[in-house]
């Protein structure tokens, strides 16, 4: 790597210690990654892993995948900046691109620069379209960190201090149909749902309680919202994990996987929700840039192309059934679809996701208890075994 920092120490203590110099404060990494290549990651001492993180659902076609480095360093040559006050030809395709994968009625696209901010509009809209600010939401449900979006994310540590959030919403025990039922009422704005709560610990909807939302929803003039920001873009071997359970919602937010790593966020919605914002009443500076919708579209093309969604299902199962063949005391269960898969332990998850990553293997929490797998869409059958191999390891060794 040629850079002007040759001189500069810049291996994994050296960098951790340069970026907690100056950073946030909010994190302490154990490593520092420099390179990837596929499904594999190294880090600045050249250790090689294998990543089942992938950005946390983010690097869909995995690292540095020639379609996607080609589409970015093109539409970089050509133009990077156009905001969404001006037409641009990367962007038409884009919302073309987006609304044909879309169940039928979901045609008016609002695209932003995250899943936070997807979701921000969704919020917006929302109230623009009923007039009305209550929503109900799931417990362990997560929806983002600015002020909207943490309004409808249920971690009271994550939450608590920043009360009064903006708003008002009614947290049900997600899959209880009797709860659900209780709380959506005339006042109900939005029901927000995750098709598989991602960072609350890997949990599938089921189908009736995701239709019986649909159903309250309508009964009441509410709207259904379903944040596929974790779950979409062929995460659980469907374009939108909601195929899975066919159900028909008013909005969808999208963002991770979208632009396999280029910040990117996507609201989808119906027609009758999107006209009911006025003209100027919600906006973006870098929302719909041609860069990151030239990513998008090479994602989108890749998918389809390569056949990824096919992929996804046979890799997931035998990653599922690997993870799931594993004779450990230790694990209660194996729960997700698709390449979303959570390993839920008896015991804290921390220390094995620290001896995997010392295994060589990069994985993610989802609370304290399960480690999240989310490779990406790419990843091998050879990694896969490789990753259930060394999962077993982690899981004989001793804390
Ligand atoms: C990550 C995530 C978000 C927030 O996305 P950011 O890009 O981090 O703001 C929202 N909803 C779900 C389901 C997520 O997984």
Redesign the pocket.
């Known amino acids: 790597m040629a850079d002007a920092t040759t001189t500069t120490p810049r291996g994994n203590e050296a960098l951790l210690a340069r970026e907690a110099r100056h950073g946030p404060g909010l994190w302490a990494p154990s490593v520092a990654f420099v390179r990837g290549q596929g499904a594999r990651l190294w880090d600045a001492d050249g250790k090689e892993y294998i990543d089942c993180m992938a950005g946390?659902?983010v690097a869909s076609l995995g690292h540095s995948h020639p379609r996607l480095v080609e589409a970015i360093a093109e539409q970089a040559g050509r133009l990077i900046v156009c905001p969404q006050n001006l037409g641009n030809d990367v962007r038409a395709a884009l919302l073309e691109a987006l609304v044909s994968r879309m169940p039928a009625g979901l045609e008016r696209v609002f695209l932003a620069?995250?899943?936070?901010?997807?979701?921000e509009a969704a919020l917006k809209w929302a109230v623009a379209a009923t007039g009305r600010r209550r929503v109900v939401a799931a417990k362990r449900?997560?929806?983002?960190?600015?002020m909207g979006?943490l309004s409808l994310?249920w971690e009271p540590s994550y939450r608590e201090p920043f009360a009064p959030l903006p708003y008002p919403v009614d947290f049900v025990a997600f899959n209880d149909a009797d709860e659900l039922e209780a709380a959506v009422d005339d006042d109900t704005a939005v029901v927000w749902l995750?098709p598989i709560?991602?960072?609350g610990g890997v949990h599938v909807a089921d189908a009736h309680y995701l239709h019986l939302a649909r159903e309250l929803a309508t009964r009441h003039g509410a709207l259904l919202a379903i944040?596929?920001?974790?779950?979409g873009v062929g995460r659980t071997g469907r374009f939108l994990a909601l195929e899975h359970f066919g159900v028909r919602p008013d909005m969808v937010?999208l963002?991770?996987g979208l632009a396999g790593g280029v910040?990117i966020?996507a609201l989808v919605m119906t027609e009758g929700v999107a006209s009911a914002m006025p003209k100027g009443g919600h906006g973006t500076t870098f929302g719909g840039n041609p860069l990151a919708a030239a990513a998008a579209l090479a994602v989108l093309g890749e998918l389809e192309e390569a056949d990824l969604l096919a992929h996804v299902e046979r890799v997931g199962a035998r990653l599922h059934a690997g993870l799931s063949g594993l004779a450990s005391p230790r694990v209660r269960s194996v729960r997700g679809l698709g390449l979303m898969l959570g390993l839920e332990l008896k015991e804290k998850a921390a220390p094995v996701i620290e001896r995997l990553r010392e295994l060589g293997v990069l994985v993610v929490a989802a609370g304290a208890t399960v480690i999240r797998f989310l490779p990406p869409l790419v990843i091998t059958d050879d990694d896969v075994d490789a990753v259930v191999e060394r999962v077993a390891r982690a899981l004989d060794q001793r804390g």
């Open positions: 946390i659902a620069n995250s899943g936070a901010e997807a979701n449900g997560f929806a983002g960190r600015t979006a994310t995750e709560q991602g960072e944040d596929e920001i974790q779950s937010t963002a991770k910040p966020g």
